[in-house]
């Protein structure tokens, strides 16, 4: 269940890590909307892109599915590199339940290493 | 806001401000982790440290101060310090 | 009529984001070195609703929770370098998103919302600027940041990092 409206075009693949975890990745393709503004003639992936990747893959790997989660804060988000046209993002989900809330936690990479690490929380709006 | 009480200084109570800091669990601060090497610590992530010991104990460091704070208990003795001088 | 500070000409001089990036409109307060205070009008046309199906539900329409955040990050670039302006994303210094914590959603932003972001610095060092961050609607609350990390590295960091595609783009 993929937010209705987002940023980030790309199409997000849902697999598994060997260890069994959930794996999200996702190609960062040169016609991604954001680049024409950022900048012009020097497309970086803004770090907020970075994030929606993480949430639209939370998303699609969420436990209970059957249940609306919605975004509700980001604990905490670390850029270490940037991200360019072309370039593949890649993160293993650790996702638990906090009471009423989830937390969806990751360490998102690319071609060149580590990029960021981000911690999400969203609220459970029930069983649809 | 008034300013509160500057917290009073205890080990266990920075094992948790660090290990915030960091995204990790307190049980991965031990006393020999160290915060580079061990946690990824990088320029930014020091400086962090520096602004949440800031907020809690009422102390001001210096950028250069960085270099102190390399472990837990390393950290320890320079908020002992800062807060012995300024106490 | 509230003074205005910086309209779309001066933030385009003062910040290298352009459409469909460039997610402020105006700066109606600024107290250099301290907090600023600028606002964003969403409205249908956002380039992101394009993509909406004809039928979508209100709710679809809000506004993405990630794009309040970069807005509020471009408040505090402009507070950051508000006595002298990074124009420019290939400059000799360039203006990084260091590190965000901290962030609660409180509210809905939806097309006809005026959003308007207060960030205030709480911390700067050499090369780095911290900033605490509310964002909202009319009185209501619709964002909160507790800290915002910007950093400022020379630019040939960012350049020679950039695949030689990234020029041809």
């Avoid at chain 3, 609607?137 to 915002?148: N, Y």
């Amino acid at each position: 269940m993929s937010p209705a409206c987002t940023p980030v075009a790309g199409r997000i693949e849902h697999g598994t890590a060997p260890d069994g975890t959930a794996r999200v990745s996702m190609t960062v393709g040169p016609g991604e909307p954001v680049f024409p503004g950022h900048y012009p003639g020097f497309p970086i992936f803004p770090g907020v892109c970075v994030i929606e990747f993480l949430h639209r893959g939370a998303l699609a790997a969420a436990p209970e599915p059957d249940h609306t989660w919605v975004l509700s804060g980001i604990e905490s988000a670390r850029f270490t590199n940037p991200v360019f046209p072309g370039d593949t993002l890649t993160a293993d989900l650790t996702w638990r339940r906090d009471g009423a809330d989830g937390r969806c936690s990751a360490s998102v990479t690319g071609p060149r290493g580590g990029v960021a690490r981000i911690a999400l929380r969203f609220e459970d709006e029930g069983a649809r | 806001m008034p300013d509160t009480q500057p917290t009073p200084l205890d080990l266990e109570d920075l094992r948790r401000t660090i290990a915030e800091v960091f995204c990790v669990d307190p049980g991965e601060v031990t006393d020999d982790t160290r915060f580079v090497e061990d946690l990824g610590g990088d320029s930014l992530l020091a400086l962090e440290v520096i602004v949440a010991l800031e907020k809690k104990y009422s102390v001001r460091f210096a950028e250069s101060d960085v270099r102190g704070l390399t472990t837990l208990p390393r950290t320890y003795d320079v908020l002992a310090d800062k807060l012995g001088a300024e106490g | 009529m509230t003074a205005i500070f910086a309209g779309a000409a001066e933030l385009k001089r003062r910040l290298p984001h352009r459409h469909p990036m460039l997610l402020l409109d105006r700066v109606v307060e600024v107290e250099p070195g301290a907090r600023l205070i600028a606002r964003k009008a969403v409205t249908c046309n956002e380039p992101w609703y394009d993509r909406l199906a004809d039928d979508a539900a209100e709710r679809d329409h809000d506004y993405p929770a990630v794009l309040l955040v970069e807005s509020c990050c471009q408040a505090a670039g402009l507070l950051a370098t508000w006595d002298d302006p990074v124009p420019d994303a290939r400059g000799d210094r360039v203006m990084l998103f260091g590190g965000i914590s901290g962030v609660r959603f409180t509210g809905r932003v939806r097309p006809g919302d005026v959003v308007e972001h207060q960030v205030r610095l709480t911390r700067s060092f050499a090369d780095t600027v911290i900033f605490e961050g509310r964002s909202a609607v009319g009185d209501e609350t619709v964002m909160e940041i507790e800290q915002l990390v910007i950093a400022f590295r020379p630019g040939s960091g960012l350049a020679t990092a950039a695949p030689a595609t990234a020029d041809r783009a």
